[in-house]
């Protein structure tokens, strides 16, 4: 689309935390190394439904690198009390790894 197109500027937006939007996102950032030339983009996600953050073409590529981001984690785990503010995966998973209530039954209650 953008080799046919040859659009001016592309502006994605995509809900933060989504796998498949953040497949979106790289993806722009693919067609400029795929076609070779620069593409004007702009990237923002909407954290929790509310704040338009602008995202930059950086934090898309490392997001990428699995092995990279397991490194920043290691480095700096307090970015994982930042995860827990979003995520209700993250969340979900502190609550598996916790001793289990009673016949190994848990509340989804507040994942929900």
Partial sequence: M?????PRRIVVVTIDGSPHCFALQAAVNEAEYILGERVEREH????DGVVLKRISANAIRVARYLSVVDEVVEKNP?????LEKHSKEYKLS?????EPRGEGC????NYL
Avoid: G, K, Q, W
Wanted: without cysteine.
């Fill in 2 to 6: 953008i080799r046919s197109t040859r």
């Fill in 44 to 47: 923002y996600v909407v954290v």
């Fill in 78 to 82: 307090e970015v994982l009390r930042e």
């Fill in 94 to 98: 502190l609550e598996f790894n916790r």
């Fill in 106 to 109: 848990f509340s989804l209650h």
